[in-house]
C-alpha cells in the first residue's frame, strides 16, 4: 500500500509539473476605433504551440468578438492584431483562455474610443486635380491650439507629415498640400490626447473620375519602386517572387483591404505581418542581401477577394509567381496559421497510467 501512495504523489506531482506553464500578455490601455489592437506575449509553452487569444466586449455580459489561433515562435513570444473597425467604443477584454499557473497574466483591459465627431471638414473632400488638396476644417475643443496632420498617398507613401499645422480662437484649421497625382488621399489628426481620426479627400481627373491604379515602375531620384498586381483571397492567395538589391528593402501592400504579407527570407525562415488596418498599405522593412525572397498576400477577412498590388523600393525585380513557391509548399502553403504539434491532455494520460500502475501492483501482490 505504501508503494501505491508513493506512486499515486509522485504522479499528481508530475501533473502539476506538465500544466504549469505560464503566459504573459500586454495591450494598450485605450485605443481609438479603427486603429489595430496589437497584443503581444510570452509564454513557456512550446515552441510551435498554436494558443488561442480571444476579443471579449465587457458589457452586463461578456461576449466574444472574436477568436485569433496564434503560434508560439521560437523565441517564445507570439502576437494577435484585431480589427476594431465598426467596433463601438467602450470596454473590451483580451485574453488566453485557460492560462497558465503561477503569476500568469492572461488578461487585459482595453478601452475602445472614439473621437472622429470631434473633426468638422469645411472644404469638400471631393476636389478637382490641381496638383494640391486643400484640407480645412474644425476641431471641437483645439481653440488656439494646434492639430497634427499626416496625408498618405493612393501607393500608401506618406507626403506630408506628421507635423502640425495651427488652429485659430475658432478652433480652425486649413492648409493646402503638394501632391502629384489625382486620386484617393487619407489624412489623420492627432492632437495631444492622441489620436482624433481620419478623413479621406479624393481628387479627381479632368473628367471627373479618379485614376485606376495599376502596376507601375517609378524613379525619384535613386529611389526605385518596382510593383507587380495579382487577385488574392484567403483560399488562393497570391505569390510574389522578389529579388532584392543590397541594403534596407520595403515591401508594401495597396490598400484595398487589410491585407497580411507573409514573406520566406533567403534563410528560409518565415516572416507574418499584419500591423496595419485597411485604410493603410502593409508595410515590411528588412536588410537586403541580393538574394530571392519570396511573398505571400492575403487578405486578414474571410470570404473577400480583390486585386492586391504589392511594391518593392530597392528591389531588381517583384513578379507575380504562377504557381505555390517552394519554399511555401515546404512550410505548408496551404495554411495560413501554421499548424502546431497536437497538445495531449495530461489528465486523460496520467489516468491510464496510474490505471496501468495499480493493474500491475495488484498482479505482484
Known amino acids: 500500500m505504501k508503494k501505491i501512495v508513493l506512486l499515486l504523489i509522485g504522479l499528481l506531482f508530475l501533473s502539476g509539473t506538465v500544466s504549469a506553464y505560464k503566459v504573459y500578455i500586454d495591450a494598450p490601455d485605450s485605443l481609438a476605433v479603427g486603429k489595430p489592437l496589437v497584443v503581444t506575449g510570452s509564454t513557456t509553452i512550446g515552441v510551435g504551440t498554436t494558443i488561442d487569444v480571444v476579443l471579449y466586449h465587457q458589457m452586463t455580459t461578456t461576449s466574444q468578438i472574436k477568436r485569433l489561433p496564434v503560434t508560439v515562435q521560437s523565441d517564445k513570444t507570439f ?34 474610443y472614439d473621437r472622429s465627431e470631434e473633426i468638422t471638414m469645411t472644404y469638400p473632400l471631393t476636389q478637382s486635380f490641381t496638383g494640391k488638396i486643400y484640407i480645412a476644417g474644425e476641431i471641437k475643443g483645439l481653440e488656439d491650439s494646434g492639430i497634427q496632420i499626416e496625408v498618405i498617398d493612393p501607393y500608401g507613401l506618406v507626403v506630408f507629415g506628421p507635423q502640425y499645422i495651427n488652429t485659430d480662437n475658432n478652433a480652425h484649421f486649413a492648409a493646402e498640400i503638394p501632391i502629384d497625382l489625382p486620386g484617393t488621399y487619407e489624412v489623420s489628426f492627432i492632437d495631444s490626447k492622441g489620436y482624433i481620426g481620419s478623413r479621406t479627400i479624393t481628387t479627381l481627373t479632368e473628367g471627373g473620375t479618379a485614376p485606376a491604379y495599376t502596376p507601375i515602375t517609378t524613379g525619384t531620384g535613386n529611389l526605385v519602386v518596382l510593383s507587380a498586381q495579382s487577385r488574392s483571397s484567403r483560399d488562393s492567395p497570391a505569390y510574389f517572387i522578389v529579388s532584392t538589391g543590397t541594403g534596407p528593402v520595403t515591401l508594401y501592400t495597396s490598400k484595398s483591404l487589410d491585407w497580411v504579407i507573409e514573406y520566406i527570407d533567403d534563410l528560409g525562415v518565415l516572416h507574418m505581418v499584419n500591423d496595419r488596418g485597411e485604410q493603410t498599405a502593409e508595410k515590411v522593412l528588412f536588410q537586403g542581401n541580393g538574394k530571392t525572397i519570396y511573398v505571400k498576400v492575403y487578405p486578414y477577412m474571410y470570404a473577400v477577394a480583390d486585386n492586391v498590388i504589392l511594391y518593392g523600393e530597392n528591389v531588381n525585380s517583384v513578379e507575380i509567381s504562377p504557381t505555390v513557391p517552394a519554399p511555401f509548399e515546404a512550410a505548408g502553403s496551404g495554411e495560413t496559421t501554421p499548424r502546431a504539434a497536437p497538445v495531449i491532455p495530461v489528465i486523460p494520460v496520467l489516468a491510464a497510467g496510474l490505471a496501468a500502475v495499480l493493474l500491475a501492483l495488484k498482479k505482484a501482490d
Do not use: N, W
Not at 502576437?79 to 473590451?92: N, Q, V
Open 79 to 112: 502576437k494577435a492584431i484585431f480589427d476594431t473597425t465598426g467596433l463601438k467604443p467602450g470596454m473590451y477584454k483580451v485574453e488566453v483562455p485557460s492560462p497558465g499557473s503561477g503569476d500568469s497574466i492572461s488578461m487585459r483591459l482595453v478601452t475602445l
